[in-house]
């Protein structure tokens, strides 16, 4: 049931400052660019989610020289991070379309910030690890509003621009997060690089308090999934683990076929199970909507090919004498060509171009690029093309992409559309690191041949991603009004 009335709180349990939604000062919400302030400050969020992304694989040596841990165990630092991510953002999704967009986005980025400077003090790998997990709790609930926010703030003829510019501020932190990781690493050390969330988070707390606007269409949620909650976290969890299992965990074969056995079963049960709960996680009537279906493939595509370098570019460089501040400034070339494709992309492509038509040529191009990681000999300048190339497919991609999936889905849904958008981004990411890192494990000829196989991976992804675009809408969805 959707409502435009925004829900008193229950005095009587909660303290209304703390389940209240404040509206902009009246001097923000009445200018014509409201919108462009909202989009601004959602851009805090996303590049802040991806600057930890992408910074964090660089302390993978650092971190196993200090732990004495394997490259398996340490992928954990991230892939804890990234499962607490899938299983926690289409629920944080749904809650945030019946409780408010606003006031979870910033619940988020407090939780978020506070984690981020535990991590930065934890005494062991152990807990690095829960400190993670507890980071990912805050990225939930930023990620799953974030696409909502811009949705439903930019008018409709102007979304694949707001989404644009978003993407650009998710490239931008992925951009500076390799060359900052990387001189945080080779100087001050890997806890700065948790660290330097910190005063973004704090700035960006207050500009969400003064910029964002209120959610206007609410959904009354009658019930919270717990056990479906509980499933998706198996389904997910359970694959993996298998895989990094795989990659080198000390845990037998039998072992591992039982973890994707359990995540077969999961996944097969919450899917069952959100068919006939009274109150779904996921809403399986939008899973059945072609444009969404094939998005989310080919948002999980696009996501696998974007984080599956910066796993395997820093291991085959650093294996070849190559410093950490060296791979981060090769890494570079990824995002800078993301956010090139992703803000000038409107300027540069003819207005005729569908959103479909722009899939089918960023996926098209992406996929050139990963195919020259395989052909290709990996010297730094050959691998600077190679990134580049990727990376302005990838930019030309992902706006169009999460156009047509955020244009198909109602707005008084959008918290759960944005929440399965980042729950398939998610899981784009955590399988581009496990499955990179499975490669290299089971590279018999090094680093070179591990690169090889790895870039079969993200070749698989590519051709993924350009099917997905082809079997998707033939044409543009039409947008339905959005609220101020």
């Known amino acids: 049931m959707v409502t435009q009335m925004t829900p008193r709180p229950d005095r009587s349990r909660w303290p209304a400052v703390l389940i209240r939604e404040r509206a902009r000062p009246e001097r923000i919400r009445s200018r014509p660019n409201a919108w462009w302030l909202a989009v601004g400050t959602v851009c805090f969020g996303a590049f802040m989610g991806q600057l930890d992304a992408s910074i964090v694989t660089l302390t993978y040596g650092s971190l196993r020289t200090e732990f004495h841990a394997s490259l398996a165990a340490v992928e954990w630092v991230s892939l804890a991070y990234l499962l607490t991510l899938v299983a926690l953002v289409v629920p944080a999704g749904r809650l945030a379309d019946a409780y408010g967009r606003k006031l979870l986005y910033l619940y988020g980025f407090t939780v978020f910030t506070l984690a981020s400077g535990a991590c930065g003090l934890a005494p062991s790998l152990t807990a690095l690890v829960v400190f993670r997990v507890v980071q990912a709790v805050g990225a939930a609930l930023m990620q799953a509003n974030s696409v909502a926010l811009v949705s439903t703030s930019a008018p409709r003829e102007r979304m694949r621009t707001a989404l644009g510019v978003q993407a650009a501020a998710q490239a931008l932190g992925l951009a500076l997060g390799p060359t900052v990781g990387g001189a945080l690493v080779s100087t001050l050390g890997w806890r700065w690089v ?25 959904t009354r949620v009658a019930g919270f999934d717990w056990a479906g909650l509980g499933l998706l976290a198996v389904a997910t969890t359970g694959a993996l683990l298998g895989v990094s299992a795989a990659s080198g965990l000390a845990v037998p074969g039998w072992g591992v076929g039982l973890l994707f056995a359990v ?170 690191v496990a499955l990179v890192t499975l490669a290299l494990h089971f590279a018999g000829g090094g680093a070179a041949e591990g690169a090889r196989w790895a870039g079969l991976v993200l070749v698989g992804a590519s051709v993924a991603a350009v099917v997905s675009g082809w079997a998707g809408p033939r044409r543009d969805v039409a947008g339905q009004v959005r609220p101020r």
């Open 194 to 218: 948790f660290g330097v969330n910190v005063p973004i988070g704090l700035v960006a707390l207050v500009a969400g308090h003064y910029l964002l606007p209120r959610t206007q269409a609410r």
């Open 263 to 432: 995540s077969a079963v999961g996944g097969w049960t919450f899917v069952v199970r959100q068919g006939r709960a009274p109150a779904p996680l996921v809403d399986l009537a939008l899973l059945r909507m072609r444009t969404v279906a094939f998005g989310l493939v080919g948002a999980l595509s696009g996501y696998l090919v974007l984080f599956g370098p910066l796993v395997l570019v820093p291991v085959v460089l650093t294996a070849r004498g190559a410093s950490e501040l060296t791979a981060g400034l090769v890494l570079t070339a990824l995002p800078a060509g993301f956010a090139l494709a992703a803000t000038g992309g409107d300027r540069l492509l003819p207005r005729s171009l569908t959103d479909r038509g722009r899939c089918l040529l960023g996926a098209a191009l992406f996929t050139v690029g990963v195919v020259g990681l395989v052909a290709t000999p990996l010297t730094v300048s050959g691998l600077v093309l190679v990134l580049l190339l990727t990376g302005i497919g990838l930019g030309t991609f992902t706006p169009a992409n999460n156009t047509l999936i955020m244009g198909a889905i109602p707005a008084h849904s959008s918290g759960t559309g944005g929440g399965l958008v980042n729950m398939a981004r998610g899981m784009g990411t955590a399988l581009g």
